[in-house]
C-alpha cells in the first residue's frame, strides 16, 4: 500500500490550491480517504474524509466551506481543492487510508477523523499560505 501526495506550494492568503494523493497497491473502493495536517508546533489535525464507494464525504468545522473533497476511481486519486487559504492553513498535509468496513452514506462523518482510525499514510506535502 502507498499513497504519495503531491500539489503542494506557496499561496497568497486569499488564493486556492489542489492537491492530489495519488494510491496504489490496494482496491481503491475498499477503503476511505482522509486528509490531515500538522502545522508547525501542532498537533495533527483531520481535515477531511472521503469514501468514493458510497460517496459519503466530512470536513472538519475549520474547512468547512473552503475545501472541497474529491476523488477520481480510474485514476486511484484523492483531491483536496482549497480556496480562500488563510495563514492558519499553513502545514504538512498527509492523507491516509482506512479499510472500510461496510457502505454507508454517512461512513466517513461515522468514522471521523481520528487519526487512529486509519491505517496507511502517505509522506505529505507542504502548503505555506504567506503574503
Known amino acids: 500500500v502507498q499513497l504519495v501526495e503531491s500539489g503542494g506550494g506557496l499561496v497568497q492568503p486569499g488564493g486556492s490550491l489542489l492537491i492530489s494523493c495519488e494510491a496504489s497497491g490496494f482496491r481503491f473502493d475498499d477503503y476511505a480517504i482522509g486528509w490531515f495536517r500538522q502545522a508547525p508546533g501542532k498537533e495533527r489535525e483531520g481535515v477531511s474524509c472521503i469514501s468514493s464507494y458510497d460517496g459519503s464525504r466530512f470536513y472538519a468545522n475549520s474547512v468547512k466551506g473552503r475545501f472541497t473533497v474529491s476523488s477520481d476511481n480510474a485514476k486511484n486519486a484523492v483531491y483536496l481543492q482549497m480556496n480562500n487559504l488563510k495563514p492558519e492553513d499553513t502545514a504538512i498535509y498527509s492523507c491516509?487510508?482506512?479499510?472500510?468496513?461496510?457502505?454507508?452514506?454517512?461512513?466517513?462523518?461515522?468514522?471521523?477523523?481520528?487519526?487512529?482510525?486509519?491505517?496507511?499514510w502517505g509522506q505529505g506535502t507542504q502548503v505555506t499560505v504567506s503574503s
Open positions: 491516509a487510508a482506512h479499510k472500510r468496513l461496510y457502505a454507508s452514506a454517512t461512513y466517513c462523518a461515522d468514522l471521523g477523523l481520528a487519526q487512529q482510525r486509519y491505517e496507511q
